[in-house]
């Protein structure tokens, strides 16, 4: 089932010209699943394709994996203070288990 968190960042990537491939990547689903939701939805791409430096170097947060809002730091990794205690707090549950 998918979450409407995950809807949105399915939007937001693909309105930002992200392939399907990478947004199935970073939600860790299916790469037909993503294709599906935004052929169903009308999720569409706009502008040049992304280059393979711009897929790897996306300021993604690796928590939501929202894009990072405009004018944060470069090496910036969250974009909130509670995505970082929320993923922090995550990763280390699993380390102590």
Same mark, same amino acid.
Not at 41 to 65: L, M, N, Q
Not at 82 to 94: E, G
């Given at each position: 089932?998918?979450?409407? *968190?995950?809807? *949105?960042?399915?939007?937001? !990537?693909?309105? !930002?010209?992200?392939?399907?491939?990478?947004?199935?990547? *970073? !939600?860790?689903?299916?790469?037909?699943?993503? #294709?599906?939701? @935004? =052929?169903?939805?009308?999720?569409?791409?706009?502008?040049?394709?992304?280059?393979?430096?711009? #897929?790897?170097?996306?300021?993604?947060?690796? @928590? @939501? =994996?929202?894009?990072?809002?405009?004018?944060? /730091?470069s090496d910036a990794k969250f974009c909130s203070t509670?995505? /970082?205690?929320?993923? /922090?707090?995550?990763?280390?549950?699993?380390i102590e288990k």
């Open positions: 089932m998918m979450t409407a *968190e995950q809807l *949105e960042v399915i939007a937001i !990537l693909r309105s !930002l010209n992200y392939p399907y491939s990478f947004i199935a990547n *970073e !939600l860790k689903l299916s790469m037909n699943t993503v #294709k599906s939701i @935004c =052929h169903r939805k009308g999720y569409k791409a706009f502008g040049k394709r992304k280059t393979k430096d711009e #897929k790897t170097a996306a300021p993604i947060c690796k @928590c @939501c =994996h929202k894009p990072l809002p405009e004018g944060m /730091r509670y995505c /970082r205690t929320k993923w /922090r707090r995550q990763n280390f549950r699993i």
